[in-house]
């Protein structure tokens, strides 16, 4: 039987008094959130979807971003926009299916997948407040559980995957870790690769010498204080390291986190303080962390003063393979398939928030646009196309699905259709990973010249700022 929630408890879910509502907008809970990407990773389904489909590693910030927009649109007081919300977030998983390297089928519409997302941020919450020395009673804990639940109803339609109460949640959850989890390629991936070879944030973009330096330390730091975060029980089960002072690390790091909350001025350690601190463009260029982000960017100057450039040889193939890298590669998996030309419709979508009338066309547009790169460019006939395939054909890239691409997507961001693309809507449509909006020329685009500029970038034939913050 269905445990729908009250309609009480729904409005209190959704208000801002929620604990729910309270707990995302906290930038800990990046904590909380790192710790259960890894245990969702762990799920043979979860895992392999992220293998194949995700774009998590190669484009981090911009996957955090989303995730933001995303909870704040399934959380708001609006009924119509948390609906809208879930409606698109089960059509993107209903994209997303496939066979994993042992044969077996996944798919992101999976009931038992989605309700052990929702239940390890739970868990990952419960196990944040205690680490942060803010043990939870047990009033406390029923109240999130029963909130976290609430939001399960609202994207998978019932909560039935889950156990009814708080108290039956815990032998659910140590089931999962004992019968289910795997040691996923996810997993290593997660924690051995994206920590080591995350890319600079907005802030840092310019300044690769101070970012490399930073990420060296913090890389390692940030994966044994996620490991040492994780249930004893899983670590043991996947074969995680158990690294001498890790623990007394993790301990540190989320007490730290903890005391901040509690005792930084309002708005210091807020979800949008901390995406203000990455981006300089992010606001209005104020706020709490203006200071640091100055002192920042000196710093960065300084060290680019005594640090040579390096040689751009052979320029013609750099920047092709720099194109497929950046561009093409979204699943950064060294290959050009269609989930990659999957990830740019949905990053367009996710962007302009489009119906799902428009949304269809989009991936339409570029399914055909993938139909064309196979034929023209997959010489091994293998169903991807290799960075050598991609440069020795790149002057003459398969133009007319493009075309169909462009004419899309210039006609889902001329939003009052006036078959001309106006400031406004060239902003909505280039806004980068953090919110900030390019200005662009000032002018108005026609779809003739539209659909030529697109073409160009995606031809690799002309650069452009706009269309590089868009899908890099």
Not at 230 to 238: A, H, I, M
């Amino acid at each position: 039987m269905t445990n729908q929630p009250t309609a009480e408890e729904t409005a209190d879910v959704f208000g801002p008094n929620s604990m729910l509502h309270r707990l995302v907008n906290e930038a800990r809970w990046g904590l909380a959130v790192t710790r259960a990407t890894v245990l969702e990773a762990a799920h043979p389904q979860i895992g392999a979807a992220l293998i194949s489909n995700s774009t998590f590693v190669t484009h981090p910030w911009r996957r955090l971003r989303n995730t933001v927009m995303s909870t704040q649109r399934l959380l708001d007081p609006d009924r119509h926009v948390r609906s809208r919300e879930a409606a698109r977030l089960n059509r993107l998983h209903a994209r997303i299916s496939g066979t994993d390297p042992q044969g077996r089928g996944y798919d992101a519409m999976d009931a038992e997948a989605r309700a052990w997302v929702v239940a390890t941020l739970f868990e990952s919450a419960v196990t944040m407040y205690r680490l942060s020395g803010e043990s939870l009673d047990g009033p406390a804990v029923e109240r999130l559980y029963t909130e976290f639940r609430t939001l399960l109803t609202l994207i998978e339609g019932d909560s039935d995957q889950l156990p009814a109460t708080s108290q039956d949640f815990w032998h659910y959850y140590d089931d999962m870790i004992d019968h289910r989890l795997e040691s996923t390629e996810a997993v290593r991936v997660i924690l051995y690769r994206l920590f080591a070879n995350v890319p600079a944030p907005p802030l840092l973009r310019g300044h690769p010498a101070v970012w490399a330096a930073g990420r060296a330390v913090a890389g390692p730091v940030a994966a044994a204080v996620t490991i040492a975060s994780l249930p004893e029980s899983f670590c043991r089960r996947v074969a995680l390291p158990d690294l001498p002072g890790a623990r007394a690390l993790m301990h540190g790091a989320y007490l730290t986190a903890g005391l901040a909350t509690r005792l930084l001025p309002d708005g210091w350690m807020h979800t949008s303080s901390f995406m203000s601190l990455l981006d300089p463009h992010h606001g209005d260029g104020a706020g709490p962390w203006a200071d640091l982000r100055r002192k920042a960017g000196q710093a960065a100057a300084m060290l680019r003063l005594i640090t040579p450039a390096p040689e751009e040889a052979n320029q013609a193939t750099r920047s092709a393979d720099r194109f497929f890298t950046e561009v093409l590669d979204q699943t950064g998996d060294g290959y050009l398939a269609w989930p990659d030309l999957a990830a740019m419709a949905r990053e367009v979508a996710t962007r302009l928030d489009l119906e799902e009338r428009d949304e269809e066309r989009l991936y339409s547009a570029y399914a055909a646009w993938w139909g064309e790169l196979r034929a023209d460019l997959d010489a091994d006939g293998d169903g991807r196309v290799t960075r050598r395939e991609y440069a020795a054909s790149a002057a003459c890239l398969p133009s007319s699905g493009l075309v169909r691409i462009a004419e899309v997507l210039f006609d889902v961001t001329d939003v009052d259709d006036d078959q001309m693309i106006d400031v406004q809507e060239y902003q909505a449509l280039f806004r980068t990973a953090f919110h900030r909006d390019l200005t662009g020329r000032g002018d108005s685009y026609s779809r003739g010249a539209f659909v030529r500029q697109f073409l160009s970038f995606m031809s690799g034939q002309q650069h452009s700022v706009a269309y590089t913050s868009l899908l890099s």
